[in-house]
């Protein structure tokens, strides 16, 4: 069985810095997208940035410049760099991944990990 789990939240001042990590676990293949997603108190779950197999990068208007996502594909392991945090950032923050096998793209969520930024 396929597992995600986040770890790196927490309480963090306006302009510090969180690393957030996500482990995959149960997929013998390296997924296709790793991604980050969160979801604010009230508000719909967005992306944050995503990575592809190819090596292609995508970022949330609003993290440009201050996020950053890496992976390690041979680890099933994604990671994302928060730098310059708001207190708009505050949010749940979700790992994805996904693999397409066959016909099926089999997408995959973690619990989430809590990130605040509070003063």
């Known amino acids: 069985q396929v597992q995600l789990v986040e770890s790196g939240g927490g309480l963090v001042q306006p302009g510090g810095s969180l690393r957030l990590s996500c482990v995959g676990s149960?997929?013998?293949?390296?997924?296709?997208?790793m991604a980050w997603y969160r979801q604010a108190p009230g508000k719909e779950r967005e992306l944050v940035a995503d990575?592809?197999?190819?090596?292609?990068?995508t970022y949330a208007d609003s993290v440009k410049g201050r996020f950053t996502i890496s992976r390690d594909s041979g680890k099933n392991t994604v990671y994302l760099q928060m730098n310059s945090l708001k207190p708009e950032d505050t949010a749940l923050y979700y790992c994805?991944?996904?693999?397409?096998?066959?016909?099926?793209?089999?997408?995959?969520w973690g619990q989430g990990t809590q990130v605040t930024v509070s003063s």
């Open positions: 994805y991944a996904d693999k397409l096998i066959g016909l099926r793209n089999n997408r995959y």
């Open positions: 990575s592809i197999s190819t090596g292609r990068t």
């Open positions: 149960g997929m013998s293949l390296s997924f296709n997208t």
